[in-house]
T-cell receptor
């Protein structure tokens, strides 16, 4: 499985945008970039995913570098409920298996 | 949206006993489900892939005789921790991909089961 690298932790203030980076320099052409988040004492929750183009949904935006070796999850206005561990995961096309790395623990300050 | 449930949410047992954890997909059928284990302050570790109607596939280093998986129907997978010991205390999480019918590549996770072995 191709590896991803994320900062261990990040801090943000409430109602400000948050940019969570992910490096995946060994990504292959059929790997999708998925983001999940896990709130304390809960199971993970799907956030967004993409292949090559930038993606937007009601939760977040995903910006993918042109060479696909990095991506950024963007939370447009952080709320206290966004405090969680965010995982960037590469998923081979056709595979359903998710392999979690260490993720980024996001702290949102009021 | 698609929902996955787990039961029980929390269990405390004595060392040497067996514990069964259920994972159900509530509004979709899942031919495949996944089981994870998460120790405090660590990431999720994939334990096994549960396949409906066939044997589970275990990840390297996971004892299949200790962690019995049964996927008897398209909406239910069970994980049985046999002869549990304190080192098996962990947060167990299942997931299921809703697949083609719901036209999504995502997975839905259960809320987790906290196992404490005394």
């Amino acid at each position: 499985d191709a590896k991803t690298t994320q900062p261990n932790s990040m801090e943000s203030n409430e109602e400000e945008p948050v940019h969570l980076p992910c490096n995946h320099s060994t990504i292959s052409g059929t790997d999708y970039i998925h983001w999940y988040r896990q709130l304390p004492s809960q199971g993970p929750e799907y956030v967004i995913h993409g292949l090559t183009s930038n993606v937007n949904n009601r939760m977040a935006s995903l910006a993918i570098a042109e060479d696909r070796k990095s991506s950024t999850l963007i939370l447009h206005r952080a709320t206290l409920r966004d405090a969680a561990v965010y995982y960037c995961i590469l998923v081979r096309g056709g595979s359903e298996k998710l392999v979690f790395g260490k993720g980024t623990k996001l702290t949102v300050n009021p | 949206g698609a929902v996955v449930s787990q039961h029980p949410s929390r269990v405390i047992c004595k060392s040497g006993t067996s514990v069964k954890i259920e994972c159900r997909s509530l509004d979709f059928q899942a031919t495949t489900m996944f089981w994870y284990r998460q120790f405090p302050k660590q990431s999720l570790m994939l334990m096994a892939t549960s396949n409906e109607g066939s044997k589970a596939t275990y990840e390297q280093g996971v004892e299949k005789d200790k962690f019995l998986i049964n996927h008897a129907s398209l909406t239910l997978s069970t994980l049985t921790v046999t002869s549990a010991h304190p080192e098996d205390s962990s947060f167990y999480i299942c997931s299921a991909p809703p697949g083609q019918r719901l036209r999504t590549d995502t997975q839905y996770f259960g809320p987790g089961t906290r196992l404490t072995v005394l």
